[in-house]
Each structure stands twice: as C-alpha cells, then as structure tokens.
C-alpha cells in the first residue's frame, strides 16, 4: 500500500521542488517549445534552488511538498495578497502553481496539494482566490472547475520566443452556515440518478443522497476518507474487490485512495460523510 504525505514545505526541501518544477513543466509544457534554450534559460531563473529558497523564506509565499513512499511527487505554491487585474478586492491570494508528476497523477494528490491550499487560503480570511492556467490545457481547467473555479479573463504570457495565451479562473470562499435546515438546502445531481443535498464544514462535507433505483457509481478512489449510511433501501456496494449488499442500517468506512463502486437495487437513501471537505461538491 502506498503512503501519501503532504506536509508544508521547508528550506531544506527547495531541491526537491526545484527539480520537481522543471520536470513538471517539461511533462505539461515542453512540446510547445521550438528553442530548447528558452525552456533551459527559463529553468534557470524560475527553478534554481537559490530562487527556491528565497521563495520559501518569504512571508508572502506558503508552499507544499507531497511525497509517495518518501519520494517526493509534487508541489503547489499559494502566494498571499496577490492582485489580479480580473478582481477589485484587495482580499485575495494566488493559486500559483500545483504539479504533480505525470507517474502518480492518478493518486489524487493534486486534490490533496489543493485542499490544503484551499483551507490555510480560508484560514488566513482571504475572499477570493485565483489562478492562471493555459487555455489549451483542459485537464487542469476541467481539475479546477470541478472544484469551483471560474473564468474571470484572458492574458498572454511569454517565455522567450513562445507567447502562451492564459485563461484567469478565481473561486469565491462561501462563508460557514452554523445553523441549517434541510429543507432549505437544494437538492444537486452530481452523478446519474444520485440527488444530493450537500452541507460542508471546514474539513468535512456532509451528503444527503435520494438515489434512483439502477443508478451506478463507477469504480473510482479519492484521497477522502468516508463513511456511508444506508438510511433506507438496498445498495449493492463494492470496496477494494469486494462485493455487499447493503441495508437500512448498515454503516461502511472507505479509507482514503481505495477503490470503490456501487449500484442501487432499490430507490434508496444514503449519507455520506467526507473528510476533508469535497471542494468539488461546493
């Protein structure tokens, strides 16, 4: 079993970050450059261990390191009072960089590297947060619309002879309910016949779910740990391979990162409860 550690970045870590910057952006970015020299010279102004280092000592910049079986994987840089010519408020902060490599992006960690982020942003009381990301890049713009972000603008950018068109993406930080009545929460579809009414804290959400009998979960993981509650009907549940079917009553725990499906053989109501918080239920 594979174990994830993200932790806040250190000095001692800016070697890792540094070379984890210029594989990164080799794997998302280097096809689309005609002069080698260019992606070299940008290597060696933005991804120096002394540019690095400074970065991580400045109060300004908070940064993260997520390892796999002590092997470092990726990165995410989140930069304090960052203005974004999009947005008027001065209260906002900048997503500026989460990469992960190629090898273990399906280990969710950018979820990870960006819920961490996303919560020390809200911890710190900022409004609003925003990021930059290149417009033929659908991956990373589908990662963050899932997660509640959208497009404000477009810019350029330019690295040597390259002029690379970006699309600006901002999220607005919800403030917390502390008090809430289900009947006055609406009622998402978020899969195919699975109707949620979904309730987040600061590290965990809370899902109501009215299913359709015959609806399907495809086999699928995330780093979230999660407990599901059969409150009525059947529902056919399989978790790391194994197959039960569950009744009323019945409580289920997923570790985080196991694969998991399900089927409901009856209209059915469950609840699940995540933690941390699905940011991209919000």
Same mark, same amino acid.
């Given at each position: 079993? +594979?174990?994830?550690?993200?932790?806040?970045?250190?000095?001692?870590?800016?070697?890792?970050?540094?070379?984890?910057?210029?594989?990164?952006?080799?794997?998302?970015?280097?096809?689309?450059?005609?002069?080698?020299?260019?992606?070299?010279?940008?290597?060696?102004?933005?991804?120096?261990?002394?540019?690095?280092?400074?970065?991580?000592?400045?109060?300004?910049?908070?940064?993260?390191?997520?390892?796999?079986?002590?092997?470092?994987?990726?990165?995410?840089?989140?930069?304090?009072?960052?203005?974004?010519?999009?947005?008027?408020?001065?209260?906002?902060?900048?997503?500026?960089?989460?990469?992960?490599?190629?090898?273990?992006?399906?280990?969710?960690?950018?979820?990870?590297?960006?819920?961490?982020?996303l919560k020390k942003a809200k911890e710190l009381n900022f409004k609003k947060v925003w990021l930059s990301v290149l417009n033929s890049n659908e991956r990373a713009i589908n990662f963050y619309k899932k997660n509640g972000f959208e497009k404000i603008g477009?810019?350029?950018?330019?690295?040597?002879?390259?002029?690379?068109?970006?699309?600006?993406?901002?999220?607005?930080?919800?403030?917390?309910?502390?008090?809430? +009545?289900?009947?006055?929460?609406?009622?998402?579809?978020?899969?195919?016949?699975?109707?949620?009414?979904?309730?987040?804290?600061?590290?965990?959400?809370?899902?109501?779910?009215?299913?359709?009998?015959?609806?399907?979960?495809?086999?699928?993981?995330?780093?979230?740990?999660?407990?599901?509650?059969?409150?009525?009907?059947?529902?056919?549940?399989?978790?790391?391979?194994?197959?039960?079917?569950?009744?009323?009553?019945?409580?289920i725990h997923i570790p985080s990162n196991k694969l998991h499906s399900g089927i409901a053989l009856t209209d059915c109501k469950l609840m699940d409860v995540f933690s941390p918080a699905r940011e991209e239920y919000k």
């Amino acid at each position: 079993m +594979n174990t994830i550690e993200i932790r806040l970045a250190k000095k001692e870590d800016a070697q890792f970050i540094a070379l984890l910057g210029r594989i990164t952006f080799t794997e998302t970015f280097g096809h689309l450059f005609r002069d080698q020299k260019d992606l070299i010279d940008y290597y060696n102004l933005t991804f120096s261990v002394q540019k690095i280092e400074d970065g991580i000592k400045k109060p300004n910049n908070i940064f993260w390191i997520a390892f796999v079986n002590r092997l470092p994987v990726g990165y995410a840089k989140l930069k304090l009072y960052s203005n974004s010519e999009f947005i008027e408020s001065k209260d906002v902060c900048q997503l500026q960089k989460i990469y992960v490599l190629k090898d273990f992006l399906s280990m969710k960690i950018g979820f990870g590297l960006q819920d961490l982020l996303l919560k020390k942003a809200k911890e710190l009381n900022f409004k609003k947060v925003w990021l930059s990301v290149l417009n033929s890049n659908e991956r990373a713009i589908n990662f963050y619309k899932k997660n509640g972000f959208e497009k404000i603008g477009n810019h350029d950018f330019q690295i040597g002879k390259e002029n690379f068109e970006f699309i600006a993406m901002k999220k607005n930080f919800k403030k917390l309910h502390l008090y809430m +009545n289900l009947s006055k929460i609406e009622e998402k579809e978020i899969f195919p016949g699975y109707f949620g009414k979904l309730i987040h804290g600061e590290k965990i959400t809370w899902a109501f779910w009215r299913v359709i009998k015959g609806s399907e979960v495809p086999e699928h993981s995330h780093h979230h740990e999660q407990m599901m509650h059969v409150v009525e009907g059947e529902f056919e549940f399989t978790l790391d391979g194994n197959k039960m079917i569950c009744k009323a009553g019945d409580v289920i725990h997923i570790p985080s990162n196991k694969l998991h499906s399900g089927i409901a053989l009856t209209d059915c109501k469950l609840m699940d409860v995540f933690s941390p918080a699905r940011e991209e239920y919000k």
